[in-house]
């Protein structure tokens, strides 16, 4: 069974930091990529950052970029996303997802974690 566990959200004021942690299990880690997600109130989902785990290649949204850092640890099964410089615009819930259908970020996601609340405070 696929799992994907997110943990690491919280409440920080504007300029703050915190590594959300994704926890996958039931597929091979290493072969597939991770992505994060996150839908704020009235919005859209929209596409924060993606690794792939086999080669390490990494995508980040605009809004991201220069900010947050993904990462993974392939011995833990785990993906990482620090968030630095947190601004109010970032308040929303995090998710964790895999494409299972290919090898690589631009594939549908499949598995879906529970997600995990991050609010910026201003």
């Known amino acids: 069974e696929v799992q994907l566990v997110e943990s690491g959200g919280g409440l920080v004021q504007a300029g703050g930091s915190l590594r959300l942690s994704c926890a996958a299990s039931?597929?091979?880690?290493?072969?597939?990529?991770i992505g994060w997600f996150r839908q704020a109130p009235g919005k859209e989902r929209e596409g924060v950052s993606c690794?792939?785990?086999?080669?390490?290649?990494?995508y980040y949204a605009d809004s991201v970029k220069g900010r947050f850092t993904i990462s993974s640890d392939n011995a833990k099964n785990t993906v990482y996303l620090q968030m630095n410089s947190l601004k109010p615009e970032d308040t929303a819930v995090y998710y964790c997802?895999?494409?299972?259908?290919?090898?690589?970020?631009?594939?549908?996601?499949?598995?879906w974690g529970q997600g995990t609340q991050v609010t910026v405070s201003s």
């Open positions: 997802a895999v494409p299972l259908r290919g090898y690589g970020c631009l594939y549908e996601y499949d598995y």
């Open positions: 039931g597929f091979t880690f290493d072969d597939y990529a």
């Open positions: 690794i792939s785990s086999s080669d390490g290649s990494t």
